[in-house]
T-cell receptor
């Protein structure tokens, strides 16, 4: 079956760096997405990886290893507003998104 | 700015009521829109794929007669929760892709539905 695994919750300190891991198993693969979702709000797109390697976008970076079925989202210089859930989603061969349950990130001062 | 508009953002109604949620693509035509449901602390669950001018494709376990989807125009899809019950209380979110793109999905702001 198709599956996405990511940690349920993580805690980090303001100004620090945090890495949120995601492993996936899908029927075919057309890319890996990361979304940010604040409580009570809809997800917002953060990044997309379809080739192996690191994609950097400001304070956020995303990494993909297709051979390992693994991705991570790296958040640098953490700010209090980064407290949110981070959703990992993989797109299968039918271009359907398979969603992880999300990682709740708690930022402490 | 927002590319997908969803309305209403919050609905509270009595059990047995039918509720309609609208999803509009702004400044682009969306032949396909997606409807999700999210329970507290859980993942997004795809309910159905809405196809303009044809029947929606429902995911396994989603009742077609319960969750009516109409995609009558290229910019509007509606989800009607018929005879809603407390267990239907959830966060409903729609999304759409830019034409010619399979990613990313742009989400509406979501509708929080509470059935008393």
């Amino acid at each position: 079956g198709q599956n996405i695994d990511q940690p349920t919750e993580m805690t980090a300190t303001e100004g620090a760096i945090v890495q949120i891991n995601c492993t996936y198993q899908t029927s075919g693969f057309n890319g890996l997405f990361w979304y940010q979702q604040h409580a009570g709000e809809a997800p917002t797109f953060l990044s997309y990886n379809v080739l192996d390697g690191l994609e950097e976008k400001g304070r956020f970076s995303s990494f993909l290893s297709r051979s390992k079925g693994y991705s991570y989202l790296l958040l640098k210089e953490l700010q209090m507003k980064d407290s949110a859930s981070y959703l990992c989603a993989a797109m299968d061969s039918n271009y359907q998104l398979i969603w992880g349950a999300g990682t709740k990130l708690i930022i402490k001062p | 700015g927002a590319v997908v508009s969803q309305h209403p953002s919050w609905v509270i109604c009595k059990s047995g009521t039918s509720v309609k949620i609208e999803c509009r693509s702004l400044d682009f035509q969306a032949t396909t829109m997606f409807w999700y449901r999210q329970f507290p602390k859980q993942s997004l669950m795809l309910m159905a794929t809405s196809n303009e001018g044809s029947k929606a494709t429902y995911e396994q376990g989603v009742e077609k007669d319960k969750f009516l989807i109409n995609h009558a125009s290229l910019t509007l899809s509606t989800l009607t929760v018929t005879s809603a019950h407390p267990e239907d209380s959830s966060f409903y979110i729609c999304s759409a892709n830019w034409p010619g793109e399979v990613q990313p999905q742009h989400f509406g702001d979501g509708t929080r539905l509470s059935i008393l």
